[in-house]
Nanobody, 126 residues
């Protein structure tokens, strides 16, 4: 399973770091990613990372502000969020995919995800 943490309330321009801990499976065999769903919005791909962390991918709305990383020794993936904006307010969920890189559209659409973590709420005030 996956468990996300690190959400909270932050002012616009601030930073937060989300963590996602994997248990019960070999996380290094899975690509990882973060998705979010804001109030009244559809689920959106935020960021993804390849199995060993050599490649990263970002949604257009977060490029240059968010950074995804992973530590396979700790079975974890992280999302550093800087320069947060009110429109970043959402429930953020982590995900793991056994066979697809986040470079694939299917991954970014959330198809075939093997593990979804319970989300963590990020609220950005203006």
């Amino acid at each position: 399973q996956l468990q996300a943490s690190g959400g909270g309330l932050v002012q616009a321009g601030g930073s937060l770091r989300l963590s996602c801990a994997a248990s019960g499976f070999t996380f290094s065999s899975y690509s990882g990613g973060w998705f979010r769903q804001g109030p009244g919005k559809e689920r959106e791909f935020v960021a993804g990372i390849s199995w060993i962390g050599s490649k990263t991918y970002y949604g257009d709305s977060v490029k240059g502000r968010f950074t995804i990383s992973r530590d396979n020794a700790k079975n974890a993936v992280y999302l550093q969020m800087n320069n947060l904006k009110p429109e970043d307010t959402a429930v953020y969920s982590c995900a793991a995919h056994r066979s697809k890189s986040p470079g694939y559209t299917s991954f970014r659409m959330g198809y075939g995800i093997d593990y979804w973590g319970k989300g963590t709420l990020v609220t950005v005030s203006s």
